[in-house]
C-alpha cells in the first residue's frame, strides 16, 4: 500500500471515530479532516511560493496535525480532567498565593540581623533550657523534702497535741481528786 492510501485510510478511521461524514473531496468544499489536509498541503504550497504568510500555514499544519493525532479523544479528556484538577483546587491554589504573598512581605524581618543571628545563639538557648532542667529537678527534690519534712512536723505537732490532750486530762482528774469541788463554793 502506498503512503497516500495509508494515510487516507488513517484520516477516514479517524473521521469514523470523530463521527464526521465523509465528504467527497472534489473542490476542496466540506469540513472533513481530509479536505483540511489538502487545504493545509495548498496553503503549504503556496506559502512556498510566496502566496500568503508561511506562519498561518505552520499554525494550520499543528492544528491539523493535532486532529489527525490517533489519541485526539483521550487527550481532550485528559485536559478537561486536568482543567476539572485544577479548577476544584482554586481556592488551595489562592490560599497559598495569598501565603506567598505574606511570605513577601515578611522577607525584611525573616531578614533582620536579629533573625540571621537565630542558628548561632540555638546552642545558647540550648545551654539555657539544659540549665533551667537541672534547676527544675532540684527544686522539685527541694520541694519534695520541703512537702515530706511539713508531713513529719504535722504528724509530731498531733502527737504532741494529743499527749498535751492526755497530760490535761490527768492533770485534771488529779486536781479534783486532790482538790474536790465544792459545791457552793462556801466550804
Not at 501565603?99 to 522577607?107: D, E, L, P, W, Y
Not at 538557648?125 to 513529719?152: F, I, P, R
Not at 504535722?154 to 497530760?167: D, H, I, K, M, R
Amino acid at each position: 500500500m502506498d503512503p497516500i492510501a495509508i494515510l487516507q485510510s488513517r484520516i477516514e478511521q479517524l473521521e469514523a471515530k470523530l463521527g464526521l461524514a465523509n465528504v467527497p473531496v472534489e473542490g476542496q468544499q466540506g469540513d472533513s479532516a481530509t479536505t483540511n489536509l489538502l487545504n493545509t498541503a495548498q496553503a503549504i504550497n503556496n506559502a512556498t511560493l510566496g502566496h500568503e504568510k508561511l506562519n498561518e500555514s505552520m499554525q494550520m499544519a499543528t492544528e491539523l496535525n493535532n486532529y489527525t493525532d490517533p489519541n485526539l479523544l483521550e487527550n481532550i479528556q485528559q485536559n478537561n480532567m486536568h482543567m476539572q484538577e485544577v479548577a476544584a483546587a482554586e481556592p488551595v491554589i489562592r490560599h497559598h498565593c495569598q501565603c506567598m504573598h505574606r511570605c513577601k512581605q515578611a522577607a525584611p524581618v525573616l531578614e533582620s540581623e536579629a533573625i540571621q543571628q537565630v542558628p548561632q545563639l540555638q546552642e545558647t538557648v540550648n545551654t539555657m533550657h539544659a540549665a533551667a532542667a537541672e534547676v527544675k529537678a532540684e527544686a522539685d527534690a527541694v520541694s519534695l523534702g520541703v512537702q515530706q519534712l511539713a508531713e513529719t512536723c504535722g504528724a509530731a505537732a498531733l502527737e504532741g497535741s494529743v499527749q498535751l490532750t492526755n497530760v490535761a486530762q490527768k492533770v485534771e482528774q488529779v486536781e479534783d481528786k486532790m482538790f474536790p469541788k465544792r459545791r457552793n463554793g462556801l466550804d
